[in-house]
């Protein structure tokens, strides 16, 4: 049996697409009007080599008017955190930090 692969972007398209869209794609919405290209950015955990590159999986969806009041996305990948300052954001790491010493 060959394997294949879809993409299940459907009901994506349904919520987002037409002339009068219910809804907006808030990385997509980012990543161009806003010109923040890593809002774009793979967030897939989990990667099997047979089935291409990395690729944004995880969506979030506003109404259109709603959409226009956002600033920016911040995409991690897995174990990461952003964390507002007073002098800017702060990114660190939530990963438990590997013992070197028990190899």
């Known amino acids: 049996m060959d394997a294949w692969a879809t993409s299940a972007a459907g009901p994506d398209e349904i919520l987002t697409g037409g002339t009068r869209p219910v809804f907006t794609d808030l990385g997509l919405h980012t990543g161009t009007i806003l010109d923040q290209p890593g809002a774009l950015a793979a967030t897939a955990s989990l990667r099997r080599t047979d089935q291409g590159p990395a690729q944004r999986i995880d969506r979030m969806h506003w109404t259109p008017d709603l959409a226009l ?16 300052t007073p002098v800017g954001k702060q990114i660190t790491c939530t990963l438990p930090a590997p013992n070197l010493l028990n190899v």
């Open 69 to 84: 009041a956002l600033l920016g996305i911040d995409a991690l990948a897995p174990g990461w955190a952003v964390k507002q």
